[in-house]
């Protein structure tokens, strides 16, 4: 059972590896031809940023994988023989914490580089360091004491009950809803200061806009993101009556108001189509599958690893494969989501108009520095979203640079 594991993985790894290559090659050659929907010079650094970040993801990859190998080949079984306590409850506990963070600890480096040298470089981050410090020792207190609160109920079901899979399945999917409703009210009680929108006509057209999508909101706020980061984005979160319409500064900036109302626009077509209630259920799914496959695997798997079969064990070898199943239901959860973001740019366009969506992904498209071309492996695999050259094609809108515009007669 080891060895089909560690080939599992492996094969994950390979696949990964040679997707990102393939895009890496596809960009390297692409961005020094024709220029399409950016200008020349913008079109070129869209495609160096598309690398960098391609290149920074293999060496995670490698990273990682060599990460898994030392955990399976030993880690785990370092853990569970050194780290003791009088209650098997905090033994067991203390034990996925520490393989968390270590797991953090190692990621620090990445999450450092990627902020302060690679999105530097291209005129992101507008994050200081001291800011990039708080953010993360926030984001550890936090994971570290609600990580031992779910731990320490998973490790109950695990011990009471041979259906542990099943059960802690429900329990971990009522924690990602959970999550879900409380996310505005965290990131803004921890990370991002968000205000009203003082704008009365424009929260005037957007509460239009709701109104005729049944969308209840809380409330439009601004996000001040541009203290951490120069990307536009916008989001609706949580569920029921704590849904929230939250606007970053830096969206509010660049795009007009006729073009803000579109993307908008286009998150209500979500909500509309209940894609937030589909999401969530491919997710359910996702762990459903992930839960029955390692609740029920052979118990040769811990005396290969030479370690006990404790809840402990279970949860870290579940955590270690979670981007494996992950990575391998992503092409069914993109086509799906690929198709749903057409209908909410159908649903944006009617609600605004097709110029003023088609604008907006032009402008996020720049902003963003998004290179507009992808190899088709590398869509297949990674794209939640459809590329906008495509999406603006189905807008019927003008591509710049494309030779084939529809609309161009």
């Known amino acids: 059972m080891l060895m089909i594991l560690m080939s599992i993985y492996t094969l994950y790894t390979l696949i990964s590896i040679y997707v990102s290559v393939m895009q890496i090659g596809y960009v390297n050659v692409a961005k020094n031809k024709d220029n399409v929907l950016l200008k020349p010079s913008d079109f070129i650094k869209a495609g160096r940023y598309s690398v960098a970040k391609e290149k920074f993801n293999l060496v995670q990859t490698f990273f990682s994988y060599i990460v898994f190998v030392v955990f399976m080949g030993g880690g785990i079984a370092y853990l569970d023989q050194n780290i003791m306590f009088d209650s098997p409850l905090l033994s067991n506990v203390a034990v996925v914490l520490t393989f968390v963070i270590i797991n953090s600890i190692l990621g620090l480096p990445f999450s450092y580089y990627e902020k302060f040298v690679l999105d530097e470089e291209f005129?992101?981050?507008?994050?200081?360091?001291?800011?990039?410090?708080?953010?993360?020792?926030?984001?550890?207190?936090?994971?570290?004491?609600?990580?031992?609160?779910?731990?320490?109920?998973?490790?109950?079901?695990?011990?009471?009950?041979?259906?542990?899979?099943?059960?802690?399945?429900?329990?971990?999917?009522?924690?990602?809803?959970?999550?879900?409703?409380?996310?505005?009210?965290?990131?803004?009680?921890?990370?991002?200061?968000?205000?009203?929108?003082?704008?009365?006509?424009?929260?005037?057209?957007?509460?239009?806009?709701?109104?005729?999508?049944?969308?209840?909101?809380?409330?439009?706020?601004?996000?001040?993101?541009?203290?951490?980061?120069?990307?536009?984005?916008?989001?609706?979160?949580?569920?029921?009556?704590?849904?929230?319409?939250?606007?970053?500064?830096?969206?509010?900036?660049?795009?007009?108001?006729?073009?803000?109302?579109?993307?908008?626009?286009?998150?209500?077509?979500?909500?509309?189509?209940?894609?937030?209630?589909?999401?969530?259920?491919?997710?359910?799914?996702?762990?459903?599958?992930?839960?029955?496959?390692?609740?029920?695997?052979?118990?040769?798997?811990?005396?290969?690893?030479?370690?006990?079969?404790?809840?402990?064990?279970?949860?870290?070898?579940?955590?270690?494969?979670?981007?494996?199943?992950?990575?391998?239901?992503?092409?069914?959860m993109g086509v799906v989501s690929r198709h749903n973001e057409y209908e909410a740019d159908k649903m944006g366009s009617e609600l605004e108009s097709s110029e003023a969506l088609g604008s907006a992904l032009m402008k996020l498209v720049e902003e963003n520095k998004s290179f507009p071309l992808s190899h088709p492996l590398y869509i297949f695999f990674n794209y939640t979203h459809p590329p906008v050259i495509e999406r603006l094609k189905e807008l019927g809108v003008y591509v710049p640079g494309l030779k084939d515009n529809k609309s161009e007669s």
């Open 123 to 332: 005129g992101f981050n507008k994050s200081s360091k001291k800011l990039f410090i708080k953010d993360t020792i926030t984001s550890f207190i936090i994971s570290l004491v609600l990580g031992s609160l779910v731990i320490g109920v998973v490790y109950y079901i695990i011990s009471s009950t041979s259906l542990w899979w099943l059960w802690s399945f429900l329990f971990i999917f009522g924690v990602i809803i959970l999550i879900n409703m409380l996310y505005p009210t965290f990131r803004a009680m921890f990370f991002d200061k968000l205000t009203p929108l003082d704008d009365e006509e424009l929260n005037d057209k957007i509460q239009s806009l709701m109104d005729k999508t049944g969308f209840v909101s809380s409330g439009v706020f601004i996000s001040d993101a541009s203290k951490r980061d120069g990307r536009l984005n916008a989001y609706f979160g949580g569920l029921g009556k704590s849904k929230r319409v939250v606007l970053f500064d830096t969206l509010l900036e660049k795009l007009s108001a006729k073009e803000l109302l579109a993307v908008l626009g286009h998150e209500l077509g979500h909500f509309a189509h209940g894609d937030i209630y589909k999401n969530i259920g491919m997710m359910g799914l996702m762990l459903f599958f992930a839960f029955a496959f390692f609740g029920n695997i052979d118990s040769s798997l811990y005396m290969e690893l030479g370690i006990s079969e404790s809840p402990a064990s279970i949860m870290i070898i579940f955590m270690l494969f979670m981007s494996v199943v992950g990575f391998f239901m992503m092409p069914i």
